[in-house]
């Protein structure tokens, strides 16, 4: 690049920076604003129901069907499946270079083919739809009201807001929690029945019958047609009641005369509750790179339109807003931002005391900052906290380049230079080493860049955006900075106050003993030598000692509470319990309001589960963080009778398809159903006894209470019975059956059949149920069938069509992830699992366990990478050696430091210490730079000419160096919203500048020397 072009032509660079911060200005509000850069999962969800169907019928007849053709579309990553009792729930997750739309249509090709190997009867058959779990919903609002029945509720929750939320743009689906809709329920007094000579299937038969809608055809003349409309349809519970079902002794038998009809819901076994108030629940997911808060935005908008239209006994809340939070965290990382660049404007002023002088390389850093902002919105980025992140780090570096051409032009104006011409000289002395530091700075990324999977996912935009900045600073040091210098900085002697030579007397005191202590060095070059080695072995074994992470935990104002009861828990007793529960988390003074919902939905499968939804007060109205929030309830609700609380900070990005109970999971696998769970019962119960695991238990429960019917098929045979008919006539009576369906202009609703409450409690109800023999002759199922009490798996899960148990565990804080892996391990081999038995990690420990496995790799090869730009500029293979010297002082200095602050290395600290490597290695680069000019333009011998590099560079490396740590010191303290998931990296940078600056000054230097050496010893060997 010809930089005096730029110096000489002064309009042309300034329109060049205007450009630049239009671009920037532009892009900055064209991007969206969300949470994480936008990270879709691959991943599609079939469900399909049987009524009353147990969950081993389920798994074999409708689950393993449906994985057997699944098993043939290319691309699946994971298959998994849970079957309970009536549904059945397969996740297909796929590669993330799959695409979605095309996955969909393999996905619908396979249950097409796979329909004709499932029951006819299905209540619903197989049915997908794409889902991203990695998207947790951005916005509740829940209704209720005290007059209304709760279907009509939900029908002006879900039948109208629902669908009017999912027209905004950039809604991805609207979740309901607690949907009550209406339905009509015939309950039958099996007594009555049997008096008036009914078969239960003669009821059933009598309904469907009685309820009809088709098509009757037209009447068409020679001039005239007319459609002929018949009213088969029975709405309401009340029309039900008189309906005939048959005639005994002449006279006519109705639905009323056999029990009783009521306007009921579909599901009784499903609520949901704010408070002590039942209600009906939108949760809210955006779509994948939409601006969450513009589509919150967006749907505060539709909501007053929407409730000024409701009933004035219906209430409508809003329960959780991710907006705010998001807000909150975004602008706290804007004042960091704005707050590093302060601190690292007044270190350049410090050092160089002159107004005119800091404006020069304190514009690089807002017009470089602005101009990565026009980059991330060609690249389709957003403002989230992993790209805002970047680029509060890279306040402290772009300014780099900039203050090492000023220096550089400085020296040479203090050296009596015109301002015009020392602006030429240093800039065209000083362009190669500011590129070197620019190439080299960004190529330490480019392994980041190419990282494959969920972490490279994460970085990538991260590691762009920095790329981005370093890029445009360089630009910008090579271009404005070097013009301004020319016209800004005055020529001849000037003036200054007294603060300006206090400084200078500090400064210089501080070079003194700089230099004094440099000389003692190179004199004792053995001792040097040996404090480069210890750095060497002290990173490496720090490396293996410190606890590994995957991503450290956010706080986003709300927490998750799963709970669980015994299976035999009845769907009003684990309401009972869970208000209890909920009431403890409410007393907490850091929760503002809790939501509750209990039954089959939603991620949950069994009636006996449930789930709070703990919203946590303003960040300014508690000290606590959610994590410290987590294990005082963990402790407050670990001794309710009756029901267990699994309390999690759900992660800011769920990773893998399966949502249970613990934040990680482990998994065993077995064809072997016993040897699967005997070996899981016992590594549940060891895992339960470690210290540092929290909350373990297990999706397997083998003692669901079941009442086994036998069928004597020969004596159903004499008596006309048919084995259909039995079981029809059960799920008639105890499955919730829906026997018809009513039909209106805007949905459609169900007609269940089932016996009075009463009678479904006890076994001796079957002993009352009739069905119609084939000789006309009512049989009693009595007489074909004999019970037997026993127990059954609650649920059947599958992964990857291999019986499968899930331990799903959290941490409490005496363990780091990384320890945890490792740990269980151990127990593995301890409990000895059979031979036959695969374990693996799930979700966020697959994760780590996989990422952990290439970060080593990684931070080799951007270290590979770095070598290899710096040999190809200074084309040496010795001098990139030198240049990295400092590297494994800044690794101690940043694993001590993560150790002393007790936080574990993590992947975002992970990225700071491969930040490091790009920054560590510039102070080098500056002594390596002027040493080699000084070797070959004036013949000096690398001993003197390393010695006085280090002098001359020690002002710009000095201010490099703490511009760099101010620009990280807002990220290390951990103020404000979201700043506990963003410190670890900020501790590492600091902690590994302050190290490698206290070693780097003098290793450098000797390790020059030593190399040279070395160089000349090889070369007169080579030329024997």
Request: charged content about 15%; some cysteine.
């Amino acid at each position: 690049m010809n930089v005096e072009l730029f110096i000489r032509r002064p309009v042309a660079t300034t329109l060049l920076m205007v450009a630049l911060l239009i671009f920037g200005a532009v892009g900055y509000l064209k991007m969206p604003v969300s949470e994480l850069p936008a990270v879709d999962f691959p991943t599609i969800q079939v469900s399909a129901s049987l009524a009353g169907t147990d969950p081993e019928t389920m798994a074999s007849a409708v689950a393993t069907p449906l994985e057997n053709q699944f098993s043939t579309i290319a691309g699946i990553d994971s298959m998994t499946s849970t079957s309970s009792q009536g549904n059945t729930r397969i996740t297909l997750q796929f590669s993330l270079d799959r695409d979605i739309d095309a996955a969909a249509q393999d996905v619908q090709a396979a249950i097409s083919t796979a329909l004709r190997k499932l029951p006819t009867d299905m209540t619903t058959p197989p049915s997908l739809r794409k889902v991203n779990p990695g998207d947790s919903p951005v916005f509740y609002v829940f209704m209720n009201s005290p007059t209304l029945p709760m279907s009509t509720v939900t029908r002006y929750a879900e039948g109208q807001l629902a669908r009017r939320l999912s027209t905004i743009a950039g809604v991805a689906q609207v979740n309901v929690y607690g949907s009550q809709k209406y339905a009509v329920r015939l309950r039958m007094d099996p007594d009555a029945m049997a008096a008036r000579g009914l078969g239960i299937d003669e009821v059933a038969a009598a309904v469907t019958a009685a309820n009809v809608n088709q098509g009757t055809g037209t009447l068409s003349g020679p001039t005239r047609t007319a459609l002929i409309h018949t009213r088969g349809q029975l709405l309401s519970a009340d029309a039900y009641i008189d309906q005939v079902v048959g005639y005994r002794n002449g006279a006519p038998v109705r639905f009323g005369d056999l029990g009783e009809v009521v306007d009921s819901v579909e599901n009784d076994r499903l609520g949901s509750w704010v408070g002590d108030t039942r209600t009906v629940v939108l949760a809210i997911q955006r779509q994948p790179g939409s601006n969450t808060i513009e589509v919150v935005d967006a749907i505060k908008a539709v909501l007053p339109t929407f409730e000024a239209q409701l009933p004035p006994s219906l209430n409508l809340s809003v329960f959780y807003d991710r907006s705010l939070t998001i807000r909150a965290s975004i602008e706290d990382v804007q004042f960091t931002l704005v707050l590093a660049a302060l601190l690292v404007i007044l270190v350049i002023f410090l050092f160089l005391r002159s107004a005119s002088a800091t404006i020069i390389p304190s514009l690089a850093l807002p017009i470089s900052i602005v101009a990565t902002f026009a980059g991330m919105a060609a690249f389709g980025y957003s403002l989230d906290n992993l790209s805002l992140m970047a680029l509060t780090l890279s306040v402290g570096f772009v300014v780099d380049d900039a203050i090492v051409m000023l220096e550089n032009i400085v020296r040479h104006r203090e050296a009596g230079e015109r301002p015009f011409e020392a602006a030429i000289k240093g800039a065209r002395e000083i362009a190669f080493t500011i590129v070197s530091m620019t190439i080299s700075l960004a190529a330490v990324f480019i392994p980041v860049m190419f990282m494959s999977g969920i972490v490279g996912r994460l970085l990538n935009e991260f590691a762009m955006t920095i790329v981005i900045a370093i890029l445009a600073s360089g630009l910008i040091s090579l271009t404005l900075t070097p013009m301004l210098c020319s016209r800004m900085i005055k020529a001849g002697h000037e003036t200054h106050g007294p603060l300006y030579y206090r400084l200078e007397h500090a400064f210089d005191a501080m070079q003194a003993v700089y230099e004094r202590s440099l000389k003692w060095c190179l004199a004792h070059q053995g001792f040097t030598f040996g404090l480069f080695v210890a750095s060497l072995a002290a990173s490496a074994f720090l490396f293996v000692v410190t606890p590994k992470d995957f991503l450290p935990s956010d706080d986003t104002g709300r927490i998750f509470g799963y709970t669980e009861a015994t299976s035999a828990t009845s769907f009003t007793e684990m309401a009972r319990n869970q208000k209890i529960a909920a009431d403890i988390v409410r007393a907490d003074p850091a929760v503002d309001q809790v939501m509750l919902t209990v039954g089959a939905g939603g991620s949950r499968t069994t009636v006996n589960s449930g789930l709070l939804i703990i919203n946590l007060k303003p960040f300014g109205e508690r000290s606590d963080s959610a994590d410290d929030v987590v294990r005082r309830l963990r402790k407050a609700t670990a001794n309710i009778p009756g029901i267990k609380v699994y309390m999690q900070n759900p992660p800011v990005i769920r990773i893998g398809g399966s949502i249970s109970k613990g934040q990680y999971q482990y998994v065993l696998q077995d064809i072997d159903t016993a040897a699967l769970y005997d070996g899981a019962e016992r590594m549940t119960a060891a895992l339960a006894k470690e210290k540092g695991f929290a909350d373990v238990t297990s999706d397997m429960d083998l003692s669901a209470p079941t009442v086994s019917v036998k069928i004597d098929r020969e004596r159903a045979s004499q008596l006309g019975v048919t084995v259909q008919q039995i079981e029809d006539a059960l799920a008639s009576a105890f499955g919730q059956r829906q026997v018809s369906t009513m039909y209106t202009p805007n949905d459609q609703y169900q007609v269940i059949l089932e016996l009075l409450p009463k009678f479904q409690t006890e076994v001796s109800a079957l002993e009352r149920l009739y069905v119609r023999g084939k000789t006309g002759a009512l049989v009693p199922l009595t007489a074909v069938t004999a019970i037997d009490r026993g127990v059954l798996p609650q649920t059947v899960n599958h992964m990857g069509q291999l019986p499968a148990v899930t331990i799903s565990f959290n941490l409490g804080g005496e363990l780091s992830l990384g320890e945890a892996v490792g740990r269980i391990g151990e127990l593995q081999r301890e409990v000895g699992l059979a031979s036959t038995t695969q374990t693996s990690f799930d979700g966020t420990a697959k994760a780590f366990a996989s990422s952990s496995k290439g970060l080593g790799l990684l931070l080799l090869l951007a270290i590979v990478v770095v070598y290899i730009v710096l040999g190809i500029l200074y084309e040496s293979f010795i001098h990139p050696l030198t240049i990295l010297s400092g590297l494994p002082s800044a690794a101690v200095g940043a694993l001590l430091t993560l150790l002393l602050f007790n936080v574990p290395l993590s992947l975002y600290a992970f990225v700071g210490i491969i930040m490091l490597v790009g920054i560590v290695k510039k102070n080098a680069i500056m002594m390596i730079d002027f040493a080699l000019n000084q070797e070959r333009s004036l013949e000096m011998p690398p001993e003197q000419a390393i010695e006085q590099a280090a002098l001359v560079r020690f002002r710009p490396i000095m201010m490099t160096t703490l511009a760099a740590l101010m620009g990280t010191l807002p990220i290390a303290l951990g103020i404000g919203a979201g700043a506990q998931a963003r410190q670890p990296l900020g501790l590492t940078v600091v902690g590994g500048l302050l190290v490698s600056q206290a070693l780097t000054l003098y290793i450098t230097p000797v390790l020059y020397i030593q190399l040279d050496r070395l160089t000349r010893r090889v070369r007169r060997l080579a030329t024997r």
